[in-house]
């Protein structure tokens, strides 16, 4: 009987819990845990491919930051690398938090794109460790098996009411892009600490509806880590019935933000400025960006539609990728 109380006892130690200091939580196989609020690990997503008119394909990658507040930041090298090699160095060091009402939920979706040739057979893997615990995932063409060949296949044509993606350019006459693959500006902003740097760009929604004002939202894409980034919206507030801010909540709204009064100003991360249509500024948007850190630094720029009711993240579309690179010295 001793014998027998023993082994029980001895069964019962293996199953107590350990100590909650010792508990690594974020590191836990158990999927229906909660999450925790904060120390969570950040995951790259393949969000699916577009066929270029070149016969080229771009993936489209994102992200979900799995904190409620914690900006996550992993510079490129062992802990953020693209394979193959060819196509590493583009990716985003900076992970915010973000949430989405609908679909949308904590994933940030066509962040960037990696164009591959119309003959590229293979994956492209994005690979990102977090206080040592790693992610990765394929982008490809094609999936498993012979059922479904063209399952990552996102549409380009329009959505329920009309949507499509916008279109961006950083030049009032100059070329224009539409879609996740993005503009780069043709030109290297350079500044020093604390001093504003202004840009400007112009952007035009598209549809087969009657079209309108785009948002913009402004994000730090890359940089020094640590390295902060205060922007200031110089657009103008449209006039009064041109359409809601983005940035709302529920199916077709943007991040879950405290609103911003419409006007020039301070922009937090994720905070969506309704572009003007008409005037002096009609599709024009302009901010400027401070700096705390020397280094170098991509801004993206997102230019959306999501003012419409057929347009928001969770359904891959309606938006526009811009770039902007800045040097920030003494």
Known sequence: MAITLGSVL????????LPAEAQDWTRREFPLAPPNSSGNFVAPFFDGWFENEDGTYAFSFGFMNRNDEDLVEIPLGPNNFIEPAEFDGGQPTSFPVVSYGGFGGPRERGVFAIVVPADFEGDVWWTLTTDGYTTRVPGRLESPGLIIKSAYELSTTPRAQGSLRPRIRFSENGPDVIGIEGMESPETLSTTVGEPVEVEFWAFDRGERELQGVNMTLWKYS????????FES?????PEGTGRRGGGFGFGGGRRVAPRPPGPGPVGVGQSILLPTEGDAGN?????????????YVIRIRIDNFT???????????????????TVIE
């Open 223 to 230: 940089g020094p880590i640590g390295g902060e980034i205060a």
């Open 284 to 296: 024009m948007g302009s901010f400027t960006a401070s700096f705390d850190t020397l280094g170098e």
């Open 308 to 326: 419409s009711g057929d347009s928001a993240a969770g359904n891959q579309c309606c938006w526009s990728n811009g770039y902007v690179r800045v």
């Open 10 to 17: 001895v069964g019962l130690a293996t199953l107590a819990p």
């Open 234 to 238: 110089l657009v103008e507030a449209p």
